[in-house]
């Protein structure tokens, strides 16, 4: 696999607080590497220092081959990298179709899929009869769908997921367990930050885990799963 990201000696502070440390870590293309750490750990921060949210102050960010450091987030977006944020930043006065009518963009040329609404409700079925419900009035599950559903209009090649099943129902965590890994078969690159370590087993093929700031473990699922040092440490297991 050729590598997608490649995050070198990242170092990112808001103001003068010092947050990521020396962090560097790779996603190759078609892989699903989950950031792994508990509350406050970065994982937050490192998905925004990709998107230029956070700037990096010091090391390398590269998107196949780009170096995103130091380009705007619209400029980082159009190279094919789709941000969900931990917050479902959905617009709550616009419908379901509005949400994501509003975020079509052709995306870049590397994209797998060519995402419409009719391919986003197949996706995620429960969306498809809210489609003139407000954003607004649906449920923490539904509005997390419809916020990866508004990203993937963008067409992107490498998706970058902040804790999505964080305040969802289990159900709901069983259905996008499912969606995700529907999104990897279909070729798309990810890169999802979360603290649940039974979610993330289920659709990672590695992992890196993260504590103030920096990286403290790297390798594949398995072998975290048998890391029980690397487990009590740092994801309290």
């Given amino acids: 696999m050729s590598s997608s990201l490649t995050l070198a000696g990242v170092n990112t502070h808001y103001e003068t607080s010092h947050i990521l440390f020396d962090v560097s870590l790779e996603v190759r293309e078609g892989e699903s590497v989950c950031l792994l750490g508990r509350n406050g750990a970065g994982k937050t921060t490192t998905m925004k220092s990709i998107m230029s949210l956070a700037p990096a102050s010091a090391g390398a960010i590269r998107f196949n081959g780009v170096d995103l450091i130091g380009l705007p987030p619209y400029e980082i977006a159009r190279l094919g990298v789709g941000y969900v944020p931990d917050d479902r930043l959905i617009f709550p006065d616009l419908?379901?179709?509005?949400n994501l009518e509003i975020a079509v963009k052709p995306g870049a040329?590397?994209?797998p899929v060519r995402w419409t609404r009719e391919r986003v409700y197949e996706l995620f079925p429960v969306l498809a009869p809210?489609?003139?419900r407000l954003g607004g009035y649906l449920s923490g599950g539904e509005q997390q769908m419809l916020t990866i559903g508004r990203t993937l209009m963008g067409n992107p090649s490498l998706l970058l997921l902040d804790e999505p099943v964080e305040g969802v129902a289990p159900v709901v965590v069983q259905e996008l367990t499912?969606?995700?890994?529907a999104l990897?078969?279909?070729g798309l690159t990810?890169?999802?930050a979360e603290q649940n370590m039974h979610f993330a087993t289920q659709i990672s093929d590695r992992a890196y885990v993260i504590e103030k700031g920096r990286i403290r473990f790297a390798g594949t699922m398995a072998e975290l799963a048998a890391n029980d040092e690397v487990k009590q440490k740092y994801l309290m297991i």
Avoid at 95 to 98: F, G, I, S, Y
Avoid at 178 to 181: D, Y
């Fill in 178 to 181: 499912r969606q995700i890994k």
């Fill in 109 to 111: 040329a590397g994209a």
């Fill in 184 to 186: 990897k078969a279909m």
């Fill in 190 to 192: 990810i890169l999802f």
């Fill in 95 to 98: 419908t379901v179709r509005e």
């Fill in 130 to 132: 809210l489609d003139a």
